[in-house]
T-cell receptor, first 114, second 113 residues
Framework: SQTIHQWPATLVQPVGSPLSLECTVEGTSNPNLYWYRQAAGRGLQLLFYSVGIGQISSEVPQNLSASRPQDRQFILSSKKLLLSDSGFYLC?????????????FGSGTRLTVV | KNQVEQSPQSLIILEGKNCTLQCNYTVSPFSNLRWYKQDTGRGPVSLTIMTFSENTKSNGRYTATLDADTKQSSLHITASQLSDSASYICVVSAGDSNYQLIWGAGTKLIIKP
């Protein structure tokens, strides 16, 4: 069966420090991978998606970047965190393109920038 | 503009009671509509997914309905349990592209004993 792992679960980082969140998927190949951010009381906001190794599409211009060095690994990074980067970050995967596929989400990372 | 609006924003009911959550959308072209359950501090978990031709779909005590003409969906929870306390999110897929999802802000449901 397929599983998705996301870590760390919580993170407190000072303003200006770097960030690296990692997400890995097991039990499938060539998944579509996504990074979302969820602000308190708001809907999920798509940050990045990837349909293959090295293929990253950005939905929202911001202080963050994403990389996919391996088929089932998706990394969210920042060189210098801002206070506004605080939020709940979720990684997700789907079997492929096509609107009928559901998403499977990781357990999320609560990031607080202080 | 593609939008998904959910109501109510929050809801408190007693254990054992039924409830219905609403979702209105203005998304075109419409591909499918999904309901997710999100426990506090966790990732969303899919409950149902419905395409244009489907009017209703059940998953245990959860029943989702879809009226594509009025662009409305509802999620009905029967015989609520304490574990149903969570946020319920309506998501509409625009077109055939899997990543063009329009997310509602969710309804926070609290079940009291």
């Amino acid at each position: 069966s397929q599983t998705i792992h996301q870590w760390p679960a919580t993170l407190v980082q000072p303003v200006g420090s770097p960030l690296s969140l990692e997400c890995t998927v097991e039990g499938t190949s060539n998944p579509n991978l996504y990074w979302y951010r969820q602000a308190a009381g708001r809907g999920l906001q798509l940050l990045f998606y990837s349909v293959g190794i090295g293929q990253i599409s950005s939905e929202v211009p911001q202080n963050l970047s994403a990389s996919r060095p391996q088929d089932r690994q998706f990394i969210l990074s920042s060189k210098k965190l801002l206070l506004s980067d605080s939020g709940f970050y979720l990684c997700a995967w789907s079997p492929g393109t096509g609107g009928h596929y559901g998403y499977t989400f990781g357990s999320g990372t609560r990031l607080t920038v202080v | 503009k593609n939008q998904v609006e959910q109501s109510p924003q929050s809801l408190i009911i007693l254990e054992g009671k039924n409830c219905t959550l609403q979702c209105n959308y203005t998304v075109s072209p419409f591909s499918n509509l999904r309901w997710y359950k999100q426990d506090t501090g966790r990732g969303p978990v899919s409950l149902t997914i419905m395409t244009f031709s489907e009017n209703t779909k059940s998953n245990g005590r959860y029943t989702a309905t879809l009226d594509a003409d009025t662009k409305q969906s509802s999620l009905h929870i029967t015989a609520s349990q304490l574990s149903d306390s969570a946020s319920y999110i309506c998501v509409v897929s625009a077109g055939d592209s899997n990543y063009q999802l329009i997310w509602g802000a969710g309804t926070k449901l609290i079940i009291k004993p």
